[in-house]
């Protein structure tokens, strides 16, 4: 009696203390994953494209997820982040599995379309609109082992008012990085040694060390994103780009099962002077960009292999079960390029990488 008493009693100290500040948003629903900055090849997907990515809650500066160099950026509802960012962006998120509140320094940086459609009180996964968030590759798989073999996982989420790292969401010249004393920057593996085990978790073989020092590197990645689409401060119309997962090879489909990436970006307003793509379009020499897939040339209605994608008109659409499933929609301007790792870009974009 008296041990169930104290492990009680230690759940209740553990409680409070995650979420002991005003909470902003929670709720249920499911884990994907959309990007990994450390392992760019795994679980039968190349990250190379996404990571290139410029994040929502930068929308006026470009800053892509590699620049950041952080596996803790997660996407929530499109909607609710584009309507306050302001309240939104940075902020720390708590994630739950099973019960079990991981300590991973999670937060807000970016929009998930499928998150943001659909009914946000639903339980049943749909790879076209359920309530949940999307993470990095790593963190998902930290939360759940079966990050890989099912594409998504069951969760529960509590976003805190407490900044874990800095954006400039209305173009004020805000200095962006992590917030001081954050450990949100760097890879997730390097984090996860400095973080103390939870006595819920206690029950894990592995959850029993706790280091005392964790070495991180921050880099200032100068690439400029090939896939990052930018939103005006002046303009009320966003709608939803996405960066795409290429499949290598049909073993590497029955691995991966259905991957489930869906990160929403917003337009960067084109000049009025000239045509030319802007800046945060010009592409760097690096490998990230080689595509791994051959891209496929069947009509959208036809019988597809799982785990492909390629570009519809404007539409970015991937083959689930045999079935073309739009994914995102590329906003006025801009265009869906890139074969099968399609992503959206100022016309002629794709004319100077050399890709078709």
Not at 34 to 40: G, L, N
Not at 136 to 144: D, G, H, M, P, T
Not at 205 to 222: G, L, M, P, V
Not at 297 to 320: E, F, I, K, N, Y
Request: hydrophobic share 30%; net charge negative.
């Amino acid at each position: 009696m008296m041990k169930a008493q104290i492990i009680a009693a230690a759940g209740l100290l553990f409680s409070s203390r995650a979420y002991a500040q005003q909470s902003l948003n929670e709720g249920s629903g499911f884990g994907t994953y959309y990007y990994d900055i450390e392992k760019i090849e795994t679980c039968g997907t190349s990250f190379a494209a996404q990571n290139q990515g410029g994040v929502m809650c930068s929308h006026i500066t470009s800053l892509p997820l590699t620049e950041m160099n952080s596996n803790y950026v997660v996407a929530m509802n499109n909607t609710l982040l584009r309507g306050d960012m302001a309240k939104y962006c940075g902020k720390k998120v708590v994630v739950s599995v099973n019960g079990v509140a991981s300590d991973l320094p999670l937060f807000i940086g970016d929009g998930c379309e499928r998150c943001g459609t659909g009914s946000s009180t639903s339980d049943t996964w749909e790879a076209n609109g359920a309530p949940g968030l999307d993470f990095s590759y790593s963190v998902l798989n930290e939360l759940s082992a079966s990050a890989c073999a099912d594409g998504h996982i069951d969760i529960t989420w509590d976003i805190v008012d407490e900044t874990l790292y800095n954006f400039d969401t209305d173009g004020s010249g805000t200095a962006q990085g992590p917030a001081s004393g954050s450990s949100s920057s760097g890879s997730s593996s390097s984090a996860a040694a400095s973080v103390a085990t939870t006595a819920a978790a206690s029950t894990s073989s592995s959850a029993s060390q706790e280091s005392t020092s964790a070495s991180q590197e921050s880099t200032s990645a100068s690439q400029e994103s090939t896939s990052a689409s930018q939103e005006s401060a002046s303009s009320a119309s966003t709608s939803a780009s996405s960066a795409s997962q290429a499949v290598n090879s049909p073993a590497d489909v029955a691995q991966a099962a259905v991957p489930t990436t869906m990160i929403t970006q917003t337009a960067k307003a084109t000049s009025t002077t000239s045509d030319a793509p802007t800046t945060s379009y010009t592409p760097t020499a690096t490998s990230g960009l080689e595509i791994l897939a051959t891209p496929t040339t069947s009509d959208p209605s036809a019988p597809c292999a799982t785990g492909v994608w390629q570009c519809s008109g404007d539409s970015l659409v991937q083959c689930l079960d045999g079935k073309w499933v739009t994914r995102a929609t590329c906003v006025d301007g801009l265009s869906c390029q890139g074969g099968d790792s399609p992503y959206c870009a100022p016309a002629g974009f794709s004319k100077a990488l050399g890709r078709n």
